[in-house]
């Protein structure tokens, strides 16, 4: 076929580039320690902070709506799909955020997409920080506004930009709380003053900051003591489950449940994730254990690379970007770290830029000092190995 053809030449050119993609087949729960691809594996790619995917308190909370609501929505929250656990839920994540009111969305990316072609106009200007999240960026192109990019996190770009921006009738800021690549967080007390001063909105994707930073795991805002406009956050990450959510007032959640298709159209949560997700919300607000502990590995696990000659990027956070360079150098050092037992892919363009394909690691919570160390051990190995320190 023509078109079997013309695919095949394009996949041959990424297949060259060493950008070429492949699925990797887990086979048990979700933890430390995993079987990927009917190996062996110790993890350090999750995105499950505090290991509640495979908390039993979640899964017993889901357990017990499944025998009373069944296992899918049969519709979107507008016609069959909308539970009390869909409005206990969004009540419980707005007490934790802090907020008027929260709505729910199947994932936090059409939550993304779904506060950006709603809410900005024609006539309006978003301004994104470079290295926002490919479902920011999705919802950006999706919007009348224009948008304008600032370099990442440089306040003094965006205030350039912002001063250009005044002629427009609305300017929204929009960034990531904390980067998922990168591992930096936005610095929104700046934001906040900027977006003061130039009469801006400010909507925050808190994807990665939902019950790791803060105090209490709030988040960003309570990081920094700061109230966003509009603050977007995931149930898939430290939360354990899957979804998303926007928080705000009572006024801009009304708006969206009549103005954002990826709400409107979009098959409901099934009753049992929300069940679980709200076991998880109240783990989260009654001990602050864990969190604690999977920055202190966090930290550790940095140490160690650094002492060894690695170059990392990131902040207090548990993503560890270690950058390689060139996409076939981080392929082989993912491929090494397998061989030895761990997985934890490369991460390549269009991902990150160019020249910075790297090993994103992350810990969990629920990692060992043991698992830590055999980690550090393994990177000094394939280090020496592949003269990369």
């Known amino acids: 076929m023509e078109l079997d053809k013309w695919l095949s030449k394009r996949l041959n050119h990424t297949i060259e580039a060493g950008l070429y993609r492949t699925l990797r087949k887990m086979d048990s729960a979700p933890g430390p320690k995993m079987s990927v691809d009917d190996r062996p594996q110790l993890v350090f790619s999750s995105n499950n902070y505090l290991g509640l995917a495979n908390d039993h308190r979640l899964i017993y909370a889901a357990e017990e709506i499944l025998h009373t609501f069944g296992v899918g929505s049969s519709g979107s929250r507008l016609t069959t799909g909308h539970t009390k656990w869909h409005l206990m839920l969004e009540q419980k994540i707005a007490d934790f955020k802090r907020t008027e009111a929260a709505l729910l969305f199947s994932s936090g990316y059409l939550a993304n997409v779904g506060v950006l072609s709603a809410v900005p106009e024609k006539g309006d200007v978003i301004l994104s920080d470079k290295l926002n999240h490919a479902s920011l960026i999705d919802?950006?192109?999706?919007?009348?506004?224009?948008?304008?990019?600032?370099?990442?996190?440089?306040?003094?770009?965006?205030?350039?930009?912002?001063?250009?921006?005044?002629?427009?009738?609305?300017?929204?800021?929009?960034?990531?709380?904390?980067?998922?690549?990168d591992g930096t967080i936005a610095p929104l007390q700046k934001i906040m003053s900027l977006a003061a001063q130039y009469d801006a909105f400010v909507i925050v994707d808190d994807a990665h900051a939902t019950g790791v930073l803060g105090e209490n795991g709030r988040g960003t805002s309570e990081y920094f003591n700061v109230k966003p406009d509009i603050v977007i956050g995931t149930l898939s990450k430290a939360v354990g489950t899957e979804g998303g959510f926007v928080c705000g007032s009572q006024v801009l959640i009304d708006f969206l449940r009549n103005h954002a298709r990826t709400f409107i159209f979009q098959t409901a949560m099934p009753p049992a994730i929300c069940a679980a997700s709200f076991a998880a919300f109240e783990i989260m607000e009654h001990s602050q254990e864990k969190r604690q502990l999977l920055l202190a590995k966090a930290d550790h696990i940095?140490?160690?690379?650094?002492?060894?000659?690695?170059?990392?990027?990131?902040?207090?956070?548990?993503?560890?970007?270690?950058?390689?360079?060139?996409?076939?150098?981080?392929?082989?050092?993912?491929?090494?770290?397998?061989?030895?037992?761990?997985?934890?892919?490369?991460?390549?363009?269009?991902?990150?830029?160019?020249?910075?394909?790297?090993?994103?690691?992350?810990?969990?919570?629920?990692?060992?000092?043991?698992?830590?160390?055999?980690?550090?051990?393994?990177?000094?190995?394939?280090?020496?190995?592949?003269?990369?320190?």
């Open 302 to 389: 940095k140490m160690g690379l650094e002492e060894m000659g690695y170059s990392l990027k990131g902040e207090d956070t548990p993503i560890i970007p270690v950058i390689i360079g060139d996409p076939l150098s981080a392929q082989l050092f993912a491929k090494r770290l397998q061989e030895e037992g761990i997985y934890a892919p490369a991460i390549r363009p269009p991902t990150v830029e160019s020249g910075e394909s790297r090993i994103r690691l992350t810990v969990t919570a629920d990692h060992s000092l043991a698992d830590i160390d055999y980690l550090l051990r393994t990177f000094h190995l394939i280090g020496k190995e592949l003269h990369i320190i």
């Open 139 to 181: 919802g950006c192109r999706l919007s009348k506004a224009e948008t304008v990019v600032y370099n990442h996190i440089d306040m003094c770009d965006l205030e350039e930009k912002l001063e250009k921006a005044r002629t427009y009738q609305r300017r929204f800021i929009v960034t990531d709380g904390v980067f998922s690549m």
